[in-house]
């Protein structure tokens, strides 16, 4: 039985692989600081998984405390989805973003060189892609170019990470995800944001439970066909299992320690199909039986026209590809916000 060391997994993508990976028949060791996470979680997750898991509150940057889990473990390769991912944020705070997300990442690194761990699946992003200037579908050869601190930590972390692949061994995958959304369909885990959400489901959802008036449509007037901004929504249990495939995929490369042939491979992840925030609007009145309220507000500063993956290197390279629609990840978000 192999060991996986799991970063930030008591957040949203992270607690859905958790289940995933145990379930698979894995140990899994979760680390995680609870900056934007909740111990509870802890408990859904073991409700949902055979074996319990194994939990430590520790920051990536603390290297005494993080070495002491490489220690106590056997770890056999990492899953890191440790990283601050709010845009507006990365923008007002660079350097926090540069410092948790970069700066985490190398003790990270370090000391999975000094433990000899060289497999990693990275959480990556679509937000390296030129969306201002390039029309979709993205490929992973589309060109790159970053429009916020953010981005850019994603994008300094995949530079970092073919270097080790060069020089010291390491093999990666990084998977570039478009839109999450959705939930476990037991409703017992989801994305549940502490502050305002800054992604578009969860703001309806609060939306329908009264916390807001209304939803902010950011301008009707893009080149679309209802001229609302057009984003490729993946339901988070297909992205959890991409994770689990990843990891499979890193395996079949050869998984001995000694063996220092390193590797670096980029996968989108994604479903190949726009919805607009017009459709999201009338899925989610058709799912929930509720009428959205929304208004036609300024466009916001930087969001592209539309955002959609092309896929087929994931299918090709993982034997991966999403099977869950829009309407049921909107669903199945639904029976995990009215479980709060």
Not at 23 to 49: M, P
Not at 152 to 169: C, F, P, R, W
Request: proline share 5%; charged share 20%.
């Amino acid at each position: 039985m192999q060991t996986i060391l799991i970063t930030w997994w008591l957040g949203y993508i992270g607690s859905h692989a958790a289940v995933v990976f145990a379930n698979a028949g894995y140990d899994v060791v979760i680390v995680d600081n609870l900056s934007n996470s909740e111990i509870g979680v802890l408990e859904k997750i073991n409700e949902l998984v055979a074996k319990p898991v194994s939990f430590y509150k520790c920051d990536l940057r603390d290297k005494i405390e993080l070495s002491k889990i490489f220690e106590t473990h056997s770890i056999d390769a990492v899953i890191h989805f440790a990283g601050f991912k709010a845009v507006g944020e990365s923008c007002e705070k660079p350097f926090l973003y540069y410092d948790n997300n970069v700066l985490g990442s190398i003790v990270l690194y370090e000391l999975m060189v000094h433990y000899g761990v060289k497999n990693l699946v990275f959480s990556s992003s679509c937000v390296v892609y030129d969306s201002m200037h390039v029309d979709p579908p993205y490929t992973e050869s589309t060109p790159l170019k970053t429009i916020n601190p953010y981005a850019s930590t994603k994008l300094m972390i995949e530079i970092m990470l073919q270097d080790l692949t060069m020089h010291l061994g390491f093999r990666v995958i990084a998977l570039r995800y478009f839109n999450p959304i959705g939930a476990h369909p037991s409703g017992k885990i989801g994305e549940s944001p502490r502050w305002v959400p800054g992604n578009l489901l969860p703001y309806i959802y609060w939306v329908l439970l009264g916390k807001y008036t209304y939803l902010s449509v950011r301008w009707n007037d893009y080149a679309t066909p209802d001229g609302t901004c057009i984003r490729d929504y993946l339901h988070v249990m297909d992205l959890a299992e991409a994770h689990l495939c990843a990891f499979q995929s890193l395996k079949s490369l050869g998984t001995e320690k000694s063996n220092n042939a390193g590797s670096f491979d980029v996968i989108n992840l994604g479903t190949g199909r726009g919805t607009s925030v017009m459709e999201m609007i009338q899925l989610t009145e058709k799912v929930t039986w509720k009428k959205l309220p929304y208004q036609i507000c300024p466009r916001r500063p930087g969001d592209a026209t539309s955002v959609y993956a092309n896929p087929d290197k994931a299918t090709t390279a993982l034997w991966w590809k999403s099977t869950r629609s829009v309407e049921d990840a909107i669903r199945d978000g639904w029976n995990f916000i009215q479980s709060l």
